[in-house]
C-alpha cells in the first residue's frame, strides 16, 4: 500500500467514527427530551419519554409529592391510564388501569370520564365513570373499579344505571367530611343527578337532588371554596365546544343558583373535565382543566389548563392564558399570554366553520364545515380598517372575503374594495353579525340540500337574530392556541 493510500484510509476511518460518534449523541439527545417549564395550552401534549398523553376526560389525585392523573386512552385495547408529575408540567407514564382485558364486560366497551378517589377506611382507590357499548351511547351506565395501588390495574367491579337512571357524563366529588359523590348527567341528558355514596365508595347511598332540569348540562366538575361549592358544567354539542357555565351553592343538596356564562363562547375550544385544587404555603389556586376534544380526529384532542379567578365569594372568572406555571410550594399560578393573529368563524345557525369551498378553487366560494384543529382551511385572519370596519383574510389562499353584488360570497385577491369591507356588529350574547360595507348586506349562511357543505350568502340585514335562528350570526373565535 502507497503512503497516500494509507493515509486516505486513516482518514476514511476517523470520518466514520466521528460520523458514529455523532449519530449516537444526536439519537441520546432525542431519546430525553429535556424538562419543559411551563404548560402551553393548545400545544401537542407528550409525556417524559415524548410519547402523545393519551388521558382524556382526565381526574386529578394528589398523593405526597405525586399529583396522579387518570383519564381515557383510546390507543389499541387500553381504555384508563396513569400518569404522574411532582410539577403539573412534566407528566410520567405509570400504567394501564383499565384495558378490553381487565373484564368481559369491557372487551366492547367505551369508557369515557374516568375519575379517581382513594377511600381512607377501606384503604382502596375507587374509580368511577361512564360506560357504554362501543357501538352507541344507549346504554348510558355508570361503572365501578377498584385497586390497592393507584398505579396498578383496577379491578372492574359493576355497570349499572344510578338508582335505574340513565347516566353519561359524570364526575366524583370528595368533600372535606370525608363523604363522596357522584354525578351524572340523566334524563337523555336533559337533567343532572347528584348522589351521596355509600361510606365504602362502591354503591350509591341516596339521591341527593336533580338539578338544572332541561337545561342540557354534561361535563360537570366540582369544587369548593371557603363556604361555596360551585359546578362547572357544559352544553350538550358532543365533541364540539361550547359555553360552559357555572353555578354556586352552600350546600351540596342546593338551592343552587342559575347558570352562569364563563370563560368565552366556545369556552376557549374546551370541554370541563376537572377543577384542580393547588393548595400552598401562601393561597389556594384552582385551575380549570378541559379537553379539546378534537371532532374530526380523537387522537389530536388536547388538554387545557386555566387559572379559575375569584372576583367574589362567588363569582369566578376564567381567562385565555397561552402558558401556565404552578409554583406549588406556594400554591400560586404564573400565567403567560401571547396576542391571538388567527381565529376561526363559526356558524351560530349550522355551529360549522367558515372556509374555502374545498371543490372550487377556481371561483373561491365561501363555505362552512365541521370543526377539525388540524383543518388549516377554517383559519382567519381579521385586520381592522377604520370606523370599527374590518377585512377578513383566508390563512391559507391569502385571500379576501368579499361580498359579490348578486348576494353571494367570495374568496378574492385583495382589493381596495368596499366589497371586502366587513362591519362586525356585536350582539348581546358575544356573537357578531357581519355586514358588507358595500352593499349594506349581512354575512347569511344557507344550507344547500345537494352540497356537502353549508354556504355563504349575503341577505338583508336584521338587527335580531331572525326568525330562521341565527342565520346571521357568527363567531369570531381567536383560535387559543
Ligand atoms: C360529549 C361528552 C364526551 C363524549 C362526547 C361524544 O358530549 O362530553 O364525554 O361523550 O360527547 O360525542
Not at 375569584?310 to 400554591?331: H, Q, R, S
Request: charged share 25%; aromatic share 12%; hydrophobic share 35%.
Amino acid at each position: 500500500m502507497k503512503r497516500e493510500q494509507i493515509r486516505r484510509l486513516f482518514l476514511h476511518f476517523f470520518a466514520v467514527m466521528a460520523a458514529c460518534i455523532l449519530l449516537t449523541g444526536v439519537k441520546a439527545q432525542a431519546q430525553i427530551p429535556s424538562l419543559k417549564t411551563s404548560i402551553i395550552n393548545g400545544s401537542a401534549e407528550t409525556d417524559m419519554k415524548g410519547n402523545p398523553i393519551n388521558a382524556h376526560g382526565g381526574g386529578f389525585l394528589k398523593i405526597g409529592n405525586y399529583y396522579y392523573l387518570i383519564g381515557e386512552n383510546r390507543q389499541k385495547n387500553v381504555l384508563v391510564s396513569c400518569y404522574r408529575s411532582t410539577d403539573l408540567i412534566n407528566w410520567e407514564f405509570r400504567g394501564d388501569l383499565l384495558t378490553r382485558s381487565s373484564d368481559s364486560e369491557l372487551k366492547n366497551a367505551n369508557i369515557e370520564r374516568p375519575k379517581v378517589i382513594y377511600n381512607e377506611t377501606t384503604k382502596k382507590f375507587v374509580m368511577w365513570m361512564h360506560y357504554e357499548l362501543s357501538s352507541d351511547y344507549s346504554y348510558a351506565r355508570a361503572a365501578v373499579a377498584t385497586s390497592d395501588d393507584i398505579e396498578k390495574p383496577f379491578t372492574w367491579l359493576k355497570s349499572f344505571q344510578p338508582l335505574d337512571n340513565m347516566s353519561r357524563d359524570c364526575n366524583l366529588y370528595k368533600d372535606t367530611d370525608g363523604k363522596a359523590y357522584f354525578i351524572s348527567s340523566t334524563r337523555e341528558n336533559r337533567d343532572m343527578n347528584l348522589y351521596e355514596l355509600t361510606k365504602d365508595y362502591l354503591s350509591i347511598k341516596l339521591k341527593v337532588g336533580t338539578f338544572w332540569v332541561d337545561a342540557q348540562r354534561e361535563a360537570p366538575a366540582i369544587m369548593k371554596r371557603g363556604n361555596y361549592y360551585f359546578i362547572l358544567t357544559s352544553f350538550c354539542t358532543g365533541w364540539e365546544p361550547n359555553q360552559a357555565k357555572y353555578a354556586w351553592s352552600e350546600s351540596l343538596s342546593g338551592p343552587w343558583s342559575g347558570l352562569k356564562d364563563i370563560g368565552s363562547p366556545t369556552s376557549y375550544n374546551s370541554q370541563p373535565t376537572f377543577i384542580l385544587p393547588i393548595a400552598g404555603e401562601k393561597t389556594t389556586s384552582y385551575m380549570y382543566v378541559g379537553d379539546r376534544w378534537d371532532p374530526a380526529l380523537y387522537s389530536n384532542s388536547r388538554s387545557i389548563y386555566l387559572p379559575l379567578t375569584f372576583e367574589n365569594d362567588t363569582t369566578i372568572k376564567m381567562d385565555w392564558v397561552k402558558k401556565v406555571i404552578p409554583n406549588l410550594a406556594t400554591g400560586e399560578l404564573v400565567t403567560q399570554d401571547e396576542p391571538q393573529h388567527q381565529f376561526r368563524i363559526k356558524s351560530k345557525w349550522s355551529g360549522e366553520y367558515l372556509s374555502l369551498q374545498s371543490n372550487q378553487s377556481s371561483t373561491a366560494n365561501v363555505a362552512a364545515y365541521k370543526l377539525g384543529y388540524l383543518k388549516p382551511n377554517l383559519r382567519w385572519e381579521i385586520f381592522p380598517s377604520n370606523n370599527e370596519l374590518v377585512r377578513i383574510k383566508h390563512v391559507q389562499t391569502g385571500k379576501y372575503l368579499e361580498a359579490e353584488e348578486n348576494n353571494q360570497t367570495r374568496l378574492s385577491d385583495e382589493k381596495k374594495s368596499d366589497l371586502q369591507l366587513w362591519k362586525e356588529i356585536r350582539q348581546k350574547d358575544g356573537w357578531s353579525k357581519l355586514i358588507n360595507k358595500a352593499t349594506g348586506k349581512a354575512l347569511t349562511i344557507e344550507r344547500s340540500k345537494n352540497r356537502k357543505a353549508e354556504l355563504l350568502y349575503t341577505s338583508d340585514y336584521s338587527k335580531e337574530y331572525d326568525a330562521n335562528y341565527d342565520k346571521q350570526g357568527f363567531l369570531l373565535a381567536p383560535v387559543y392556541e
